[in-house]
């Protein structure tokens, strides 16, 4: 079955960078447009950033250009989020997402930006 497991959150001093890892199972991401959204404490979960199938277009949340970067590698069938310059109100539950016939999501990886 499908499956998407998120890694890399942690506690992080502002200014710092993380990169989030997201491997997949039971398809192969080369056929899915994937996403990274997030949520932060008592609000709504929101897209940070999807990349397409072939990885040649990309698209970020006004409020993560030019921090945050998504990648794949589809030898490894996983999906990255370079997060530099952090900030505090990059705190948050991080998810994958797959739109792959359906809607997939993982567990989530907690990022906590504070000094």
């Known amino acids: 079955q499908v499956q998407l497991v998120e890694s890399g959150g942690g506690l992080v001093q502002p200014g710092k960078s993380l990169r989030l890892s997201c491997a997949a199972s039971?398809?192969?991401?080369?056929?899915?447009?994937m996403y990274w959204y997030r949520q932060a404490p008592g609000k709504e979960r929101e897209l940070v950033a999807g990349?397409?199938?072939?990885?040649?277009?990309?698209n970020y949340a006004d409020s993560v250009k030019g921090r945050f970067t998504i990648s794949r590698d589809n030898g490894k069938n996983t999906v990255y989020l370079q997060m530099n310059s952090l900030k505090p109100d990059d705190t948050g539950v991080y998810f994958c997402?797959?739109?792959?016939?359906?809607?997939?999501w993982g567990q989530g990886t907690q990022v906590t930006v504070s000094s």
């Open positions: 997402n797959a739109k792959w016939g359906r809607t997939y």
């Open positions: 039971g398809f192969a991401i080369s056929t899915s447009a």
């Open positions: 990349i397409m199938g072939t990885g040649a277009f990309t």
